[in-house]
Structure formats: C-alpha cells, structure tokens
C-alpha cells in the first residue's frame, strides 16, 4: 500500500490547514489509518487515527481542535486542523496497518505502510 499526504504549509498560529492522505489500495479488512507527526530532535507521536469500524483516537494536545475523517470511496483520510499552535509544528505523516483485533494503537512502531511525510510550519 502506498499512501500520499498532501494539504501541508505555512500557516499563523491560530490558522487552519487540511491535510490529506490517499492510498494507493483498498484494504478490505479491519485497519487503521491515521496521522503522526516527527517535530525536530522529538519522538514521532501518533496524534489522530480512524479505525475502519469508524471509531477515532487522538492524542490528548490535539482533541477539539483536529478531527479526522475517511472517504472510502477515495481511500483517503482527510484531517482538518483548526487553532494550530506553534508546538504543532513538525514533519506529518500518514500511516496504515491491518488491524486483527481491539482498538486502533496511537503507538507509531505498530504501522506498517506509511508516507512521505507533508511538513507543518505554524508561526507565532
């Protein structure tokens, strides 16, 4: 599976930007697909999945200003992302795996297929 992240920028704290992550198949089982984010000298932390059941997790920095979304028709997850803070600055990325059983895990190491990574830059 090959995903592409696009939507990612420059943008004032505050501001709003969408990012998108298409994936290049369908996986027909249970997975998650969702976002991670790598800022400079920091651990890569998982910040929004979807589980294909429909449920979402989010890391605590984040709930109430992003959300997360799937088009099943498109094979792609789309984030909004309102108030972004300078502290949200860093290097996005989409990622996916199939998914046997419990909930979708926020733990980067668990995915498998992932993109290249679409940068966030928010100013103060």
């Known amino acids: 599976v090959q995903l592409v992240e696009s939507g990612g920028g420059s943008v004032q704290s505050g501001g709003s930007l969408r990012l998108s992550c298409s994936a290049s198949a369908y996986i027909a089982s249970r997975h998650c697909m969702g976002w991670f984010r790598q800022a400079p000298g920091k651990e890569r932390e998982g910040v929004a999945i979807?589980?294909?059941?429909?449920?979402?997790r989010y890391t605590n920095s984040v709930k109430g200003r992003f959300t997360i979304s799937k088009d099943n028709a498109k094979n792609t997850v789309y984030q909004p992302r309102n108030s972004l803070l300078p502290e949200d600055t860093a290097m996005y990325y989409c990622?996916?795996?199939?998914?046997?059983?419990?909930?979708?895990?926020?733990?980067?190491?668990?995915?498998?297929?992932w993109g290249q990574g679409s940068q966030v830059t928010v100013s103060s």
């Open positions: 990622a996916t795996i199939r998914l046997g059983g419990g909930a979708c895990p926020l733990g980067s190491s668990a995915y498998i297929y």
């Open positions: 979807f589980d294909s059941f429909g449920f979402t």
